[in-house]
């Protein structure tokens, strides 16, 4: 389980994050939403040590990120599988030598490590694509690669952060059901940063809604589609209460 505990961190005397206090439920997908500069990815970040809180914590499985040392930092990444909004895949590399990357080292043999590439190229439906360099896809494809990667590596945890950003509507609706599938094919829990409003309540059992650095209100995205909150009844569209 993910707890952030009393966590807040600001950037040059600038709060971003403020006190923030939940929970990620295991095996669910959780969608943290809000408005660019709200603070989604910086909590993401903080989940695998790439920040530093300024008070409070994470704890992912019992363990304080921040406290962990090298080896355990290392430990932790390997349990997640981080999708990144550029993908962030390698340009010299093939799509087979980008997903096998995070594999091999892990020291995995290399039948195993050929196996899950031609695996996760599957399930994000790209069987063809690894012999392409990364210049040679859409930007919807390089996206599909970077859950290709996550996946390979067999996450208890998988982070999307913006996996939508850029892409067309018809692209959008792809990568919202690829990311209900993976779930549903890993069983990991994944936590989706996003303030796409259609792509969050398709894949979303639960929703944090994140406003000026505090979480406004959480639930099933049920619930947070019935808010009577307005500053989240506005950020939704919806008429006032």
Known sequence: MIRFVHLAKGF?????????TFEIPEGETTVLLGQSGSGKSVLLKHIVGLLEPDQGHVEVDGDIVDQLDHDGLNALRGQIGYVFQSAALFDSLTVDQNIALGLRARGLPEPEVEARVVESLRLVELPDAGARF?????????????????????????????????????????????????????????????????????????????????????????????????????FLGAPSA
């Open 12 to 20: 040059g005397g600038t709060p971003v994050l403020v006190d923030v």
């Open 134 to 234: 990364p210049a040679e896809l859409s930007g919807g494809m390089r996206k599909r690669v970077g859950v290709a990667r996550a996946i390979a590596l067999r996450p208890r945890y998988i982070l999307y952060d913006e996996p939508t950003t850029g892409l067309d509507p018809v692209t959008t609706a792809a990568m919202d059901e690829l990311m209900i599938r993976a779930r549903e094919e890993s069983g990991a829990t994944s936590i989706v940063v996003t303030h796409d409003l259609p792509s969050a309540f398709a894949v979303a059992d639960r929703i944090a809604f994140l406003h000026e650095g505090r979480i406004r209100e959480s639930g099933s995205a049920e619930e947070i589609r019935r808010s009577a909150d307005p500053v989240v009844r506005e």
